[in-house]
């Protein structure tokens, strides 16, 4: 039975549901699990009150209960493995419900669009396409014909649209098309015939939910780090926080460590506590497997020598500190004593790259990109993130954070040239330690709302909100970012210090760095380098052993596409070839067939509304790609094909796809531990680029995917960020380079 009364003793209006419903509770938790079931009073009273907003325009919480949630779905918890990490005290349960064919659902306001749809197409049996994140992943961008429509020929057709510089069709681009010619756009964005972002189905969701799981003091891969390899003694903060020195037998030698720059190419498989930060502690696993994979970080600005990313250690996380940290750090090292890597990671300070662009809304000239993570200089900033914000008067003291909801790219006045641009804007709730700056008569938050409003680690501080809660969400660009808020414990076990202070000159002065030094960046403008995916970003060749980017030689997009053709069945295999005579007659297929079956197939059609709407797959055939001649290419493209339908894999562009075969990677560098010869050259994993990670991932989506229908194919568990994509009405900064697509944007 729902809920009869509010907490407050108010009794509650009680809603029915209709009978609609493709819950199946075959998907739910087995008994006896971590997962517990619980009553579903959350989901009942929260939805309840969305559905009433909806139909009355009214906004009056509290009042309402569904009288049941709809038929197969049911809430459960599990407790939350970081609760009983050192230093935490109030244990904490995460609620998911259950039911959903493609997934669960983490929070009402997620379920909400997927309950709407239900509830419209129980009452109006309206086919309009669900929203929901679960549904949304699991669509296809394919629009066939229907039955008397003009159809055209039955073999796929050459899309003619805009494409990026490998060839692949510019999805972004396409969309802000459509934008300007409709007057408004408001669907997710789908990039069908990118094998980067193909392959980044089954990773990117995974890496994003396992990143956003952990402390926001633990290192995450791909950023770029402080580290040292080796100490004889203890590590131990300076007085006032300037630097570290080396203690033996309870003496300060007055030695500071080699502190050098790294970046994190793999996390630990071992679970990692808030004492290894700063102390060993005991593992069951070799440290190749309880450790962080640190390379050594090359120059930005030398796009052929990168041989430091061959200088690899496995470290322990009481040697690794973020590197937003650097002028704290290094504050007792002369700059002519510091590690050339110092300087190599200053460079791109001023940079950034934005991370799985899902979804796009809003009105012409002014359409929103919603984003899962943004690269900000040396960190990954995600939706569920607290950041610390430069202060608006331009004081040196840091007090303000903002919560972070959703990551968007506005553009503003695309439809003036001369003033179009884009910029990248963080959007949610803003608090202060300041009580001062707090909203007028505000007083600290509740543990209630603590628990409510921030990720569990950030409950140590003393937070004031900045702005009425129930108002708009504020908005930050990428330039007030000085970096991700740590827990306070580890500030305590770093510095002895909270300060939140702590990296905003550092990052200042890192940044004035960046504007002169790195190269990519206009000295005139000064505008920050926008980078498609990570590893262009920071200039990368090789992520772990592997040739990523544009540095891998076997990457081959316009082979790619005629794989995926086949994939999607929308081009014929080599082995489909065989099987039709000279004359064009369908053989048989050797799958067993019903007598019902024999009847002939009529070709696949596709209703081309416009040519940047659809975007259509070449035909394993073509001869001709973005206005080039790839003769001779046919017969390579068709033994790629006949590869990867047997399993066999194309390495990559991506630097998240690695991720997948991580257990793989780390047993075959077992006792790598040892560091590496700095002069070995990654020649030594080339052998096995293609059964590497990425080739790997790629291989398995292609092997399942040409067992499934093209509508079942992006069924990956992906999560939207905590509310629904919503467009702000306000104008972006201007933004001096334009957009492009940003392949791989999950790297």
Not at 305 to 319: E, Q, T
Not at 379 to 406: H, I, W
Not at 516 to 528: L, V
Request: negative net charge; charged residues 30%.
């Amino acid at each position: 039975m729902p809920p009869k009364f509010a907490k407050s003793g108010k009794p509650l209006t009680v809603v029915p549901i209709g009978l609609h419903s493709d819950g199946d509770a075959s998907r739910w938790p087995k008994e006896g699990g971590k997962y517990t079931k619980i009553e579903p009073d959350l989901y009942l009273q929260k939805v309840a009150d969305m559905w009433q907003k909806d139909k009355t325009g009214k906004q009056e919480n509290g009042k309402y209960v569904l009288d049941k949630l709809p038929q197969g779905y049911a809430l459960y918890d599990r407790p939350r493995h970081e609760s009983k990490l050192v230093g935490d005290s109030i244990p904490r349960r995460d609620k998911y419900l259950f039911g959903h064919p493609k997934g669960k659902f983490d929070s009402p306001a997620k379920f909400y669009p997927h309950f709407l749809h239900l509830m419209t197409k129980g009452e109006t049996n309206s086919e309009q396409d669900c929203t929901c994140i679960n549904c949304v992943s699991s669509k296809s961008v394919y629009k066939h014909s229907k039955p008397g429509g003009g159809q055209r020929s039955g073999k796929a057709t050459k899309f003619t649209g805009p494409r990026d510089e490998e060839g692949t069709p510019d999805v972004i681009q396409i969309l802000i098309n459509k934008c300007a010619r409709e007057g408004l756009i408001d669907q997710p964005i789908v990039e069908h015939q990118s094998m980067d972002w193909r392959a980044n189905r089954e990773v990117a969701p995974a890496f994003i939910d396992k990143t956003t799981d952990q402390r926001s003091c633990y290192p995450r891969r791909g950023e770029i780090v402080l580290f040292y390899r080796e100490i004889d003694g203890d590590l131990r903060p300076c007085d006032g926080g300037s630097g570290y020195t080396v203690w033996k037998d309870d003496e300060d030698t007055g030695e500071p460590p080699l502190w050098e720059a790294g970046v994190v190419a793999e996390t630990p498989k071992e679970k990692v506590t808030m004492e290894d930060l700063i102390m060993a502690t005991p593992k069951n696993r070799p440290l190749a497997e309880h450790g962080y994979r640190i390379e050594s970080y090359p120059d930005p600005n030398d796009p052929d020598n990168k041989d430091l990313s061959a200088r690899y250690k496995y470290l322990p996380l009481h040697h690794i500190r973020p590197f937003v940290f650097w002028d704290e750090v290094l504050g007792n090292i002369p700059d002519d004593k510091r590690h050339e890597t110092i300087l190599y990671a200053l460079t791109v300070a001023a940079s950034f790259a934005l991370v799985e662009r899902y979804y796009i809304r809003g009105e012409w000239p002014n359409p929103v990109i919603y984003c899962r993570g943004v690269w900000i200089g040396w960190e990954l900033v995600l939706c569920g993130d607290v950041v610390r914000l430069t202060p608006e008067d331009g004081s040196e003291e840091l007090t303000d954070v903002l919560v972070v909801s959703t990551i968007r790219l506005e553009f503003t006045n695309m439809d003036e040239s001369s003033k179009s641009g884009a910029s990248v804007f963080l959007h949610g709730k803003s608090f202060t330690t300041n009580p001062d700056r707090a909203l007028k008569d505000s007083e600290p938050l509740s543990d209630e709302e603590l628990l409510k409003d921030f990720p569990y680690g950030m409950c140590k501080y003393v937070w004031y909100p900045l702005h009425d809660q129930s108002e708009e969400q504020r908005k930050a660009s990428i330039e007030r970012v000085v970096g991700r808020c740590f827990e306070a414990n580890g500030m305590d076990l770093w510095f002895n210090n909270q300060d939140l202070s702590f990296g905003y000159r550092g990052t200042i002065k890192a940044r004035e760095v960046s504007a002169t030094r790195d190269i990519r960046i206009d000295p005139i403008t000064k505008a920050w380098f926008w980078g498609d995916y990570r590893a262009e970003q920071i200039d990368l060749k090789t992520f772990n052993g592997i040739n990523v980017s544009r540095a891998n030689d076997n990457r081959r997009p316009h082979i790619w596409r005629k794989i995926l053709s086949v994939i999607d069945g929308l081009a014929e295999s080599p082995s489909d070839k065989a099987r039709t005579s000279s004359k064009g007659i369908a053989l048989p297929h050797r799958s067993s067939q019903s007598p019902n079956d024999g009847k002939k197939k009529k070709p696949q059609i596709i209703n081309l509304d416009t040519e940047e709407d659809d975007i259509i797959s070449e035909t394993a055939n073509d001869k001709t790609e973005s206005g080039k001649d790839t003769a001779g290419s046919d017969a390579e493209a068709d033994a790629q094909i006949r590869s990867m339908l047997v399993g066999e894999g194309l390495p990559s562009d991506s630097i998240l796809e690695d991720e997948v075969m991580a257990d793989a990677e780390s047993q075959s560098n077992a006792g790598a531990d040892e560091e590496a010869d700095p002069g070995a050259s990654a020649s030594a994993d080339s052998s096995s680029v293609s059964g590497s990670e990425a080739a790997t991932a790629t291989a398995a989506e292609a092997k399942a995917k040409a067992k499934v229908s093209a509508e079942a194919e992006n069924e990956a568990d992906s999560e939207q960020p905590s509310e629904e994509p919503s467009a702000s009405d306000d104008d972006a900064e201007r933004h001096k380079k334009r957009p492009r697509l940003m392949t791989s944007s999950s790297d």
